[in-house]
């Protein structure tokens, strides 16, 4: 059976309603720059905007449904073996019906512990040791508290500032084994995700769909456009081998 690796950056959920981080780090949210509203800096300064901010994500993303790509996806799924790594905190290849997903920045869908362990990067101002980490329905309000330490709780979202956990030997092996690699609406300037560009090159074929894509990707076949108008012409493909 074949492998498939998708790796998708905002530009996939962009056709869905959701704008893509680039365009909302040109504005501001309420008077705040982004990095103020999505930073441990900004936490420990007045959790309340970054709460706020979160909050009108997470209802922007609930009111969006997933798009023809995100259907492809699942169409492709169904027969091979596909494996998603994403750089979106939304849910829409979940909502599409698609299981295996690795959200390297978090999930708007998951809350943690504003001491859990899965925090680094960041001046240690206490020890991050808690594992307090659940799916929501609803965003996080100031004063909700940790059941097992005390601490606020917070959304599942990497800010900057805090390291990614990125599972580098996993994805160097999958490399190996993987048959197509598809790059998906991605500027691949955010590291250390960037990097699984280089990471996959030994994928038999690669893709990259993207109306403006990264220079440099001398070995992807390059599919100028967006998400919704490649992504269901190369599963078609794809399936018809
Ligand atoms: N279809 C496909 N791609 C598109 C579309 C579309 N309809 N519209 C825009 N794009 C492309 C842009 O050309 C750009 O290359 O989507 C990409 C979006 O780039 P970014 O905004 O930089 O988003 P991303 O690559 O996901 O990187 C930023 O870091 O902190 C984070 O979690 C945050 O996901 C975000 C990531």
């Known amino acids: 059976m074949k492998t498939i690796v998708i790796f998708s950056g905002a530009g996939l959920s962009k056709e869905s309603g959701i704008p893509t981080f680039r365009d909302s780090l040109n504005g501001l949210w309420e008077n705040y ?30 009111a969006c449904e997933p798009n023809a790509a995100h259907l492809a996806i699942t169409e492709l799924s169904q027969r091979f073996r596909v494996i998603n790594i994403t750089q979106n905190i939304d849910d829409l290849l979940e909502k599409a019906g698609v299981s295996d997903v690795i959200h390297l920045h978090g999930r708007i869908n998951s809350r943690k512990c504003e001491w859990h362990q899965s925090i680094s990067g960041v001046p240690l101002d206490r020890e991050f040791h808690c594992d307090y980490r659940v799916n929501h329905t609803a965003p996080v309000q100031l004063g909700e508290r940790c059941p097992k330490c005390g601490g606020q709780l917070r959304p599942d979202i990497v800010w900057f500032g805090e390291a990614v956990e990125m599972q580098w030997e996993y994805f160097e092996k999958l490399a190996e084994s993987t048959d197509v690699f598809i790059g998906i609406g991605t500027s691949g300037q955010v590291e250390p995700a960037a990097t699984l560009l280089s990471v996959f090159l030994p994928a038999k074929e690669r893709y990259f769909i993207d109306p403006n894509p990264p220079s440099g990707l001398t070995k992807y076949n390059l599919l100028e456009g967006a998400a919704c108008q490649h992504m269901p012409d190369l599963v078609r493909i794809l399936m018809a081998r």
Do not use: C, M, T
């Not at 509203?37 to 609930?62: C, E, H, M, T």
């Open 33 to 62: 720059k982004i990095e103020e509203v999505a930073s441990r800096a900004g936490w420990v300064r007045d959790p309340a905007p970054v709460l706020g901010f979160y909050a009108a994500r997470w209802k922007n993303i609930q």
